[in-house]
């Protein structure tokens, strides 16, 4: 579908939390209408209907994904299953109930519990400031393969994690410095650098707003099943906490700034 120049620049206003919707809702109407172009009368049309019948497109949550299934080159992993198995459980937790119950007023998007899955470090989909961020990972591994010294994985490794020291037969891994993209597995031509532990980051209670906070990373990494797994303990304990409809992240600081463990799982992370 085409867009003019002032219906882009419309959409630019709408705020980016909502923006996809907006967008996805404004070419469907106008695909409806009979329109090949979407021009700003159109925009306004659907975003006035849009705001109006805000708390009918409030599902109760949101999962938000990178641009990894659809070919990214950096994936570090690819479980393409998790998103849907996550799906799955927000959705059996019927959060929209909870929310209707819970929040005063009209439901609006900011109550939404969200996830967001990233397929490698560059977090496109930025899971840094959701409820629930899970980042893909591939840990590097040496292998007893020869190592020919190209310096193709110290090209690779954009944190300078990786070096050739003088003397030494095979590269040097800094691993407090690695974020376990897998760019050096994959640039890596003699198999010398493999992939290890394979896995996702999980990160837990970020939030923007009035009062933002960067998500806390639990230590380690987890497996598909673990990651389930721990989003239903964050629902569970989101229900049990959330009073008036606030959201997962302003309820998990105010439990961890009182030094509790608001997710078993948490346990393996320590306090901060």
Same mark, same amino acid.
């Given at each position: 579908?085409?867009?003019?120049?002032?219906?882009?620049?419309?959409?630019?206003?709408?705020?980016? /939390?909502?923006?996809?919707?907006?967008?996805?809702?404004?070419?469907?109407?106008?695909?409806?209408?009979?329109?090949?172009?979407?021009?700003?009368?159109?925009?306004?049309?659907?975003?006035? #209907?849009?705001?109006?019948?805000?708390?009918?497109?409030?599902?109760?949550?949101?999962?938000?994904?990178?641009?990894?299934?659809?070919?990214?080159?950096?994936?570090?992993?690819? =479980?393409? =299953?998790?998103?849907? #198995?996550?799906?799955?459980?927000?959705?059996?937790?019927?959060?929209?109930?909870?929310?209707?119950? @819970?929040?005063? =007023?009209?439901?609006? @998007?900011? @109550?939404? /519990?969200?996830?967001?899955?990233?397929?490698?470090?560059?977090?496109?989909?930025?899971?840094?400031?959701?409820?629930?961020?899970?980042?893909?990972?591939?840990?590097?591994?040496?292998?007893?393969?020869?190592? $020919?010294?190209?310096?193709?994985?110290?090209? %690779?490794?954009?944190?300078?994690?990786?070096t050739l020291d003088e003397g030494k037969e095979l590269p040097v891994i800094d691993y407090d410095r690695c974020l376990m993209c897998g760019q050096c597995i994959k640039e890596?031509? $003699?198999?010398?650098?493999?992939?290890?532990? $394979?896995?996702?980051?999980?990160?837990?209670?970020?939030?923007l707003g009035r009062h933002p906070r960067l998500a806390e990373e639990l230590q380690g990494l987890y497996s598909e099943d673990e990651v389930v797994e721990i989003l239903k303990?964050?629902?569970?304990?989101?229900?049990?906490?959330?009073? #008036?409809?606030? #959201? /997962? %992240? %302003?309820?998990?600081?105010? %439990?961890?700034?009182?030094?509790?463990?608001?997710?078993?799982?948490?346990?393996?992370?320590?306090?901060?």
């Open positions: 579908m085409n867009w003019s120049a002032d219906a882009e620049a419309a959409m630019k206003k709408v705020p980016f /939390f909502v923006r996809k919707r907006v967008r996805t809702r404004v070419e469907k109407e106008a695909e409806e209408a009979g329109k090949k172009t979407v021009t700003l009368a159109e925009v306004k049309a659907t975003k006035k #209907r849009y705001l109006q019948r805000m708390s009918d497109e409030i599902r109760g949550y949101q999962v938000e994904t990178c641009f990894g299934p659809i070919g990214c080159p950096n994936r570090a992993v690819e =479980g393409d =299953g998790l998103v849907q #198995r996550l799906e799955d459980v927000l959705k059996k937790a019927n959060l929209r109930a909870f929310l209707e119950k @819970h929040v005063v =007023g009209d439901l609006k @998007h900011h @109550h939404e /519990f969200r996830v967001s899955v990233a397929d490698c470090p560059n977090a496109c989909s930025q899971p840094q400031i959701r409820d629930m961020g899970i980042i893909g990972a591939a840990e590097p591994m040496l292998t007893d393969e020869d190592c $020919t010294l190209c310096e193709a994985c110290v090209e %690779a490794c954009k944190e300078d994690a990786i890596c031509p $003699t198999d010398t650098i493999a992939a290890g532990r $394979t896995g996702y980051r999980v990160l837990l209670g970020g939030k303990q964050c629902i569970a304990f989101y229900k049990k906490k959330s009073k #008036r409809g606030e #959201r /997962f %992240a %302003a309820v998990f600081w105010k %439990a961890r700034d009182k030094k509790e463990i608001p997710v078993p799982s948490l346990a393996r992370a320590g306090d901060s």
